[in-house]
Nanobody
Framework: QAQLVESGGGSVQAGGSLRLSCAVS???????VGWFRQAPGKEREFVAG????????NYLDSVKGRFFISRDDVKNMVYLEIDDLKLEDKAVYFC?????????????????????WGKGTLVTGSS
């Protein structure tokens, strides 16, 4: 079993920055992590993912150059740095882990790839 807890959400003006954190506990080895988001009335969508062995990453096209995912395996933390926030980035952000899984970065991550989920952290924006 693994537990994931997100933090760092809040209200940020358009163009601003914030860093989301995901703390992983319980089962803490050989896991890939994805960040997903869900806006009101919309389906949950992938935004960024990082593999566990080579730290390779990929991103949703609309966030490339603005979102940056990283991980610290000593602390069992995964981060999502959001720069130049846009109003369309407003959503609940979830981190999710997939154990013993290496993602083919030519493909988007699917919710079905993931084994464990956090409860999410809300990012709101203002103009």
């Amino acid at each position: 079993q693994a537990q994931l807890v997100e933090s760092g959400g809040g209200s940020v003006q358009a163009g601003g920055s914030l860093r989301l954190s995901c703390a992983v506990s319980g089962r803490t080895f050989s896991y890939a992590v994805g960040w997903f988001r869900q806006a009101p009335g919309k389906e949950r969508e992938f935004v960024a993912g990082i593999n566990w062995n080579d730290y390779s990453t990929n991103y949703l096209d609309s966030v490339k150059g603005r979102f940056f995912i990283s991980r610290d395996d000593v602390k069992n933390m995964v981060y999502l740095e959001i720069d130049d926030l846009k109003l369309e980035d407003k959503a609940v952000y979830f981190c999710a882990a997939a154990f013993g899984y290496y993602h083919d970065l030519r493909k988007p991550w699917e919710t079905s790839n993931m084994d464990y989920w956090g409860k999410g952290t809300l990012v709101t924006g203002s103009s």
